[in-house]
């Protein structure tokens, strides 16, 4: 700040200089007696004579003469300014500054006291709805841990009902199986006839769709697969509980119609097999496709009865589908 003070002063001395033609003098110049510093110092001390030595007044005083123009205009206006000493300018302390509130101050801070009101409102709206939040979702789990048990307890239900109805349908239902009437053995020669039977289980009727029992002589005990299906099985169209039972016969042993000795030794010496295979396919009175497979071979024991003859019964041969019921 005194530097600044300095750079001010110095301007206002070099301004003074440049009006009046004259440089300011230097630091090392000698003072005139009679010059303008000399004017300056006695002016000084007759303004501030009687004054106490710690006042702290700031003088500002012109350091050079007055222009020819004011000169002459003072010593036209009746000369009596003609000896008069050169003029200052003295700058006291500043006066105390009071500043009174008026109305506008005062609604200064009554506004900042209604958005003070206002954002304590809000943080206190805002914390309510936290709180609010929180509730809701502590419900809201709650409600899911009673939706989780509510949704296992209708599954556990629908699970039942659906056993249930099975249950009823698997009651009430038609099932179909084939049973292989045991051959007369040993066995004539001539026409071969092969029995068996379909037996109804349940309480409603079977529509039969396709069917087929077929009869062959061969030289294997494990058949292998053939896709020959023929001929189909003689019974009617449609089997229910007044007629359970519904026995049918297949006429002669593929490829032969009729058997010979021979063909029947080869089967008692276990070297030829007699097997027997079908299926019935249905629809129950549900609307659901069914089917049973069965497949059968002629067994023939090794061991002979005290009357020289040997034991024989219908084994199962084939794959689990083969023997199967839908």
Not at 44 to 73: C, E, V, W
Not at 145 to 171: C, D, H, P, W, Y
Not at 224 to 247: C, F, H, L, T, Y
Request: net charge positive; hydrophobic share 40%; aromatic share 8%.
């Amino acid at each position: 700040m005194r530097l600044l003070a300095f750079a001010v002063l110095s301007f206002a001395l070099q301004v003074c200089s440049a009006s009046t033609g004259k440089a300011p003098a230097a630091p090392g110049d000698s003072v005139q007696p009679g010059g303008p510093a000399q004017k300056i110092s006695a002016t000084y001390r007759t303004q501030n004579s009687g004054t106490g030595a710690n006042r702290g007044g700031t003088l500002i005083a012109q350091s050079s003469a007055p222009s020819l123009d004011s000169t002459s205009k003072s010593q036209g206006a009746g000369g009596s300014r003609a000896d008069e000493p050169t003029q200052t300018v003295k700058v006291s302390d500043l006066p105390p500054l009071s500043i009174a509130k008026d109305w506008s101050d005062r609604a200064y801070w009554l506004f900042t006291f209604f958005l003070a009101a206002i954002g304590g409102l809000q943080v206190f709206l805002l914390w309510g709805n936290l709180r609010a939040i929180e509730r809701q979702a502590h419900q809201m789990e709650r409600q899911t841990g009673i939706l989780e048990k509510s949704v296992a307890l209708a599954e556990k239900s629908a699970e039942t009902a659906r056993q249930n109805i099975e249950m009823f349908i698997s009651r009430e239902r038609a099932h179909l199986r084939v049973e292989v009437v045991p051959l007369e053995w040993p066995l004539p020669p001539g026409p071969a006839k092969l029995k068996y039977k379909v037996t109804l289980h349940g309480a409603t009727e079977a529509y039969i769709t396709s069917s087929c029992a077929r009869a062959e002589i061969m030289d294997s005990l494990e058949p292998p697969d053939d896709a020959k299906w023929w001929p189909a099985m003689s019974i009617p169209q449609v089997i229910g509980p007044n007629n359970r039972v519904v026995e049918a016969v297949v006429q002669g042993i593929f490829p032969k119609m009729d058997l010979e000795q021979p063909d029947i030794d080869a089967i008692d010496a276990g070297k030829k097999f007699i097997h027997f295979r079908g299926f019935v396919r249905y629809e129950d009175v549900f609307g659901t496709e069914r089917s049973t497979r069965f497949r059968r071979v002629w067994e023939v024991s090794n061991v002979r009865n005290p009357d020289g003859t040997r034991s024989a019964h219908w084994g199962k041969r084939g794959s689990p589908k083969d023997n199967s019921e839908t």
